[in-house]
Each structure stands twice: as structure tokens, then as C-alpha cells.
């Protein structure tokens, strides 16, 4: 018996545990309340036409560009995404790419590659290693990089990161971590390290969905998850990066819920840079038992216009999760961020050989300059770094 046939082994998702920094915020039960309250059937043309026609969207007007009466109007609200990204964001789209430094984990998660549970390769780079990846990154003229490891205290602790961002330091301008949720002192301790930003999937902001998908470790704790970019924020970090894995529930309620988070986030703390991700459930190894719902790319192009005219400020990322024929395309209407030459295995860059498995199958497999290409075919501009330290 394990925690996936006997629900009674399972801790409660909604308590923290004793070493979880509990910061008491009133952002999570603002986001669930909206979210729960959020009918994305009771809009009509007329409101997504409304809605449209205002420069200043509010909460209900993003809901009603998410639902199903807005999908007729694709066309205006690309055209609308279109404008306000460059608005704010001119013709540049930011590149970038992950480096997976390991891939252990103690989740359980069941849509995940990395959970305890599935038999993967498992690998942890050492720092030589850490340091040779990014060496080979370095020489595609990449100057961001986005640190991401499995969710292993024991096997990845604060201090291994840190290194690592100080490592990158020496080759990258800019640094992001996907990592687990920390605590705001060790948040801070990273930025200290050079950490410019974080970024935390919550995956699904359904607690009841969430406690099915998340059987075992830190991970399931949902409060403690959901609150980790107030905490980051608190620990000095400049940016922080929200996403919902399209397709583990309603798609419409997660989307909602995540521009509600960074829309509540960036009132409380209007220095912050927020940045938004637009990721769709992937096959994975050895697990062919996952049913997402579909979210179909006509869907995911809707989620995405929706997110560029309530959010306009926000960075936009889209990844590799995604074919290269919609990437190219998002970037030319609300995306302004793309990875390029990723391997989301363990090691792998340049001539370095791969040390461990894979997080998940990846659709976009081109190298930094068949992606920089790419943009610039488009009349946009490909830019290495985003932000200037003086």
C-alpha cells in the first residue's frame, strides 16, 4: 500500500508543515475565491465585445476574454495582444534557456517524469559540470539562463543552487531559478547568489484537483506552493514567474487564477517584474495513464491574448512544449520571451555528455540560431538580456 491506493497514508495538502515559512498573506484566499466564483459560460459577445473596447481591462473583463463566447473574436484579441505588446514591449523578444543541473525529486506527482516513483536515469551535475554547461551555453551568445532542478532538498539543497547561481554569474547577465518553493531567508540567500528571479508552476489552482495529482512530499502542500512568489518577493527577489499546467483541470479556471495571482501580486509590490508562462500538459516517461483535458492550440492561443491584454506589462514566455510553427507565431502577437537550444535531460550542452532523463518530451528541438533566425524573419528583434545592472 502506497499513498496512490490508500488516501489515509496521504498528509493534509492544505497544512503546512513545520520547516514551511507560513507568511499569512491574503493574496491565496483572494485567488480562490475569484477563481471559484468564476463562470466562464455566463459571458456573452456582448461582454467580450465590451471588454475589448476598454484600455484598462478589469478582473471580469480578463474573464470574459478567457471564455468560450470570446474564441469568435480571436481575431480582434490578436490583433489587440499585437498592439500591446509593443507598446510595452517594442519588437524585442528575450531568449533564454534551462539548464536541468538534477533531476531527483521526493514528489509524487502523476504527470511528472521526475516523481519519486517513475525508474529515470537520475543524475546531479557537480560544479565542474554545472560550470561546463554553461560554458557551452555562453558560446551561443545567450546571456540568460534559467536554472531548474527536481524538487530534492536532500539532493539538491539551497546551498548547491547557490553555487551554481554563482557559477552562472560568471557567464550569464541575468539568472532565473525553477526550483522548489523556499522559505523568504533562503530566497534571499539565493538572490544574494545572483538569482534575478523565480518562477513557480502552481500547476493547477484547483485544491481538490491538486491534492489528487500530488500524493506525497513538499510539493503537495498547496498554500505553502501558492504563496512562494509573495515569499521570493520578500526575499529581494527583482521578478517572479506564474504559470498553471494547461490541461491537469479547467483550463478557463487555472488561466483566470493565474492572472489573478500576478494581478494581486503586482498591486502589492509594483516594483516587481511579472512574468507569465503558458505551458500545456506533455507526455512524460514510462506513464502512458495521463488524460488531460485538451486545450487545444486555438485555446492556448486565447489563454495567451487574454493574459497579454489584462497583464500588458508582463513578460510572456512560450516554450518548447509547444511545435515551432506555433512559437514563431505567438512571438509575433503577445509572447515576448522564447527558449532556444533547451534539453530538459540532465547535462547535455555542447560536447558534454547527458547524465540523466528527461522532465518531459519537448516539441521544439531547434538551436539558438535557427531561433534567433526565426525572429528576426519576422521583423523582430532577438535580445540576449532584458535588464541592465548600474
Do not use: W
Request: proline share 3%.
Amino acid at each position: 500500500m502506497d499513498e496512490l491506493t490508500n488516501p489515509e497514508l496521504r498528509i493534509d495538502h492544505m497544512k503546512y508543515l513545520p520547516d514551511m515559512e507560513n507568511i499569512g498573506s491574503e493574496i491565496q484566499d483572494k485567488v480562490i475565491a475569484a477563481m471559484e466564483s468564476y463562470d466562464a459560460d455566463k459571458y456573452t459577445a456582448d461582454d467580450v465585445k465590451a471588454a475589448l473596447a476598454k484600455d484598462v481591462l478589469e478582473l471580469d473583463d480578463f474573464g470574459a476574454l478567457l471564455s468560450p463566447a470570446a474564441l469568435p473574436f480571436l481575431e480582434e484579441m490578436a490583433q489587440r495582444a499585437k498592439a500591446e505588446k509593443e507598446k510595452h514591449f517594442g519588437n524585442s523578444i528575450q531568449m533564454f534557456t534551462p539548464l536541468y543541473i538534477a533531476n531527483y525529486c521526493e514528489n509524487y506527482c502523476i504527470y511528472c517524469g521526475f516523481n519519486c516513483h517513475n525508474k529515470i536515469n537520475r543524475a546531479k551535475l557537480n560544479y565542474d559540470e554545472i560550470d561546463r554547461e554553461m560554458q557551452e551555453i555562453a558560446k551561443t551568445g545567450l546571456e540568460e539562463v534559467l536554472i531548474l532542478t527536481g524538487e530534492s532538498r536532500k539532493m539538491s539543497d539551497v546551498k548547491y543552487i547557490g553555487e551554481a547561481c554563482k557559477i552562472a554569474k560568471k557567464y550569464f547577465k541575468v539568472i532565473g531559478i525553477e526550483v522548489y518553493p523556499m522559505n523568504s531567508d533562503e530566497y534571499r540567500y539565493l538572490h544574494e547568489c545572483g538569482v534575478d528571479y523565480v518562477t513557480v508552476f502552481q500547476e493547477t489552482y484547483d485544491s481538490d484537483k491538486y491534492e489528487t495529482l500530488h500524493l506525497a512530499g513538499h510539493k503537495r502542500i498547496f498554500p505553502y506552493r501558492l504563496n512562494a512568489q509573495e515569499r521570493a518577493l520578500m526575499g529581494g527577489m527583482r521578478g517572479v514567474g506564474f504559470a498553471a499546467l494547461l490541461g491537469l483541470s479547467d483550463f478557463r479556471k487555472d488561466a483566470f487564477a493565474v492572472g489573478t495571482h500576478a494581478s494581486l501580486l503586482q498591486k502589492k509590490y509594483p516594483h516587481a517584474d511579472i512574468a507569465i508562462s503558458c505551458p500545456r500538459l506533455r507526455p512524460i516517461i514510462n506513464n502512458d495513464k495521463i488524460n488531460p483535458r485538451d486545450v487545444h492550440e486555438t485555446q492556448l492561443l486565447q489563454v495567451m491574448c487574454a493574459y497579454r491584454i489584462f497583464l500588458p506589462y508582463a513578460s510572456m514566455t512560450i516554450s518548447t512544449r509547444e511545435n515551432a510553427n506555433f512559437r514563431d507565431h505567438s512571438i509575433g502577437i503577445a509572447a515576448t520571451k522564447i527558449s532556444a537550444g533547451v534539453d530538459v535531460g540532465i547535462g547535455g550542452h555542447g560536447d558534454n555528455e547527458k547524465k540523466g532523463d528527461e522532465q518531459f518530451e519537448i516539441s521544439d528541438g531547434r538551436n539558438v540560431t535557427e531561433v534567433y533566425e526565426a525572429i528576426k524573419a519576422q521583423g523582430l528583434q532577438p535580445v540576449m538580456s532584458e535588464y541592465i545592472y548600474v
